[in-house]
């Protein structure tokens, strides 16, 4: 018997050995667990251009929207491990979610990290219609209209929801959250004016605050932003400590043999070292990790360093599904 289990093991792992080595030979297909046309689809698909050229393989890729992202992330923890799913998110999809949401499974445990790829601060912006010109007004004018002010998210602990929660939390007065199925309709909203306001990613909201399409108030972390020289960072507005940085990065489902994770690593690297691409995300304020920073185990240390870290405010805030 115990022949039969070690001859059958070795059988095994000659066939992943195969696997890995003939990898990919079709298709890969990126999970992007928002809508298209939002910050996470637009960075998937400028990335999985570039990785297709890497890896000699299409890159798809396909769009699970839903209950603040878990819908999308939970379709790539079903998936077989095999190098063919990629699950794509940020820090509220892979680290926020698992303190609002019942999921049946563990963002930590279930997915196998790839590469951290990028990350940029908020963006506090507004329709042009709100009447407040600087931060400080803004928060005045949400004070006297306490509970009223539209704030549009990608759902419930999205980055959007939890950094606009956070946003409530140091200013003293409520918003009136309206879900969508990404920041990218969320936009169009605001852009039409059918919501205020949005605390959204820098690299979605840029794009229509250079063609003076909103206004923007500050910038969530301690610096400006080169893409972005004339927008204020909150401490320079009058908001100092709201610091919110939405990173984001790849997985695959558990158990994705190391020989194929190494493979879409170096699909990565290579992406993010291609000057092409480097421009194209600067240009809306993404800014890529240095190369040391890249690797799964980076990751996987990033990952569960931001658990510990937003857990434990996620749950004092009493944010959860109803």
Do not use: C
Request: hydrophobic content about 45%; charged content about 20%; proline content about 7%.
């Amino acid at each position: 018997m115990n022949k039969l289990i070690i001859a059958a093991a070795a059988a095994l792992a000659i066939v992943t050995s195969a696997d890995a080595e003939n990898f990919p030979s079709r298709p890969i297909t990126i999970i992007v667990p928002f809508s298209a046309g939002g910050p996470t689809d637009a960075l998937a698909r400028v990335l999985g251009d570039r990785m297709r050229q890497a890896l000699g393989q299409t890159i798809v890729v396909e769009n699970v929207t839903g209950a603040g992202g878990t819908l999308g992330v939970a379709r790539a923890v079903r998936a077989a491990p095999d190098g063919y799913t990629l699950s794509i998110g940020h820090l509220g999809t892979h680290v926020i979610n698992g303190a609002i949401y019942p999921l049946t499974f563990d963002l930590v445990k279930d997915l196998d990290p790839v590469a951290l790829i990028a990350s940029n601060p908020m963006m506090i912006v507004s329709k042009n219609d709100v009447p407040a010109k600087n931060l400080k007004e803004l928060i005045a004018w949400i004070k006297a209209n306490d509970g009223k002010v539209t704030a549009g998210t990608a759902g419930l602990g999205s980055g959007a929801h939890f950094s606009g929660v956070y946003f409530e939390q140091l200013i003293g007065a409520k918003l009136q959250f309206v879900p969508y199925r990404g920041t990218g309709p969320a936009l169009l909203d605001l852009v039409a004016g059918q919501i205020d306001l949005i605390v959204d990613q820098a690299s979605n909201s840029l794009p229509q605050v250079k063609a003076g399409k909103i206004r923007p108030y500050g910038i969530t972390a301690d610096k400006r932003l080169a893409a972005a020289p004339d927008v204020p960072t909150v401490d320079e507005a009058g908001l100092p400590g709201f610091h919110v940085e939405l990173w984001s990065a790849i997985w695959v489902p558990k158990g994705t043999p190391k020989d194929i994770i190494a493979k879409l690593n170096a699909a990565v690297v290579e992406a993010l070292a291609d000057p092409v691409v480097r421009k194209r995300l600067a240009e809306v304020g993404l800014e890529i990790p240095p190369r040391d920073k890249q690797t799964p185990e980076a990751l996987a240390a990033h990952q569960q360093a931001e658990v510990k870290k937003w857990w434990p405010m996620i749950k004092a805030a009493n944010i959860k599904v109803e």
